[in-house]
């Protein structure tokens, strides 16, 4: 069954944490990619990845890191930098300039 | 620069009555224009897709766009609402600096009374 998976779905951290979010697919894509949403907002790109080993900034990278080391896992972490890390996160993946598969999400709330 | 404005925030529909979610855009070239549904605290699913093929684009669950470039809109149809039709739509337009990115709308929420 092909397809991207996020975990948790759910993820509480405290303020000043450091929190990784898992994303995983088995759809064989290079580009792979992380975007926040918040109410009543579009998604927002927080970090890209087009190939193995290789990783490009989005419009919201600050207080974010990613690694790319296996072409099916693109984990983000949510560093204490980031100011108002609460959010859904969303993961996808494409072939190119194809369009975006995207996995369930994780909610994260800091406290 | 690349831009997409959906023009309502929350569109609400009767059970069998049409559904139209509006989409304008902004591109120098003609662009990649997509439309993806969400339902709650879910992921994004691809309803549909226009890359300069035909200009009127069919897509699952009985949704359809037409990309009318005169008026640079990209409006989303339904002739027949179902229950299972309430989620948030995204439009969405390619970056052409980089057409691996995606831009997108602040999404439409639609509702659908019995």
């Known amino acids: 069954d092909g397809g991207i998976t996020q975990s948790p779905k759910y993820l509480f951290r405290k303020e000043g944490q450091n929190v990784t979010l898992s994303c995983e697919q088995n759809?064989?894509?290079?580009?792979m990619y992380w975007y926040r949403q918040d109410p009543g907002q579009g998604l927002r790109l927080i970090y890209y990845?087009?190939?193995?080993?290789?990783?490009q900034k989005g419009d919201i990278a600050e207080g974010y890191s990613v690694s790319r080391e296996k072409k099916e896992s693109f984990p983000l972490t949510v560093t204490s930098a980031q100011k108002n890390p609460t959010a859904f996160y969303l993961c996808?993946?494409?072939?190119?300039?194809?369009?975006?598969?995207f996995g369930p999400g994780t909610r994260l709330t800091v406290t | 620069a690349q831009s997409v404005t959906q023009l309502d925030s929350h569109v609400s529909v009767s059970e069998g009555t049409p559904v139209l979610l509006r989409c304008n855009y902004s591109?120098?070239?003609?662009?990649?224009l997509f439309w993806y549904v969400q339902h709650p605290n879910k992921g994004l699913q691809l309803l549909l897709k226009?890359?300069?093929?035909?200009?009127l684009v069919k897509g699952i669950n009985g949704f359809e766009a037409e990309f009318k470039k005169s008026e640079t809109s990209f409006h989303l149809t339904k002739p027949s609402a179902h229950m299972s039709d309430a989620a948030e739509y995204f439009c969405?337009?390619?970056?052409?600096?980089?057409?691996?990115?995606?831009?997108f709308g602040t999404g439409t929420r639609l509702q659908v009374f019995p």
């Open positions: 996808a993946s494409s072939i190119g300039t194809a369009e975006q598969y």
């Open positions: 759809l064989n894509h290079d580009a």
């Open positions: 990845s087009q190939i193995v080993n290789d990783f």
């Open positions: 591109s120098s070239y003609s662009p990649s």
């Open positions: 226009y890359t300069s093929a035909a200009t």
């Open positions: 969405v337009v390619s970056d052409l600096s980089n057409t691996d990115k995606l831009i």
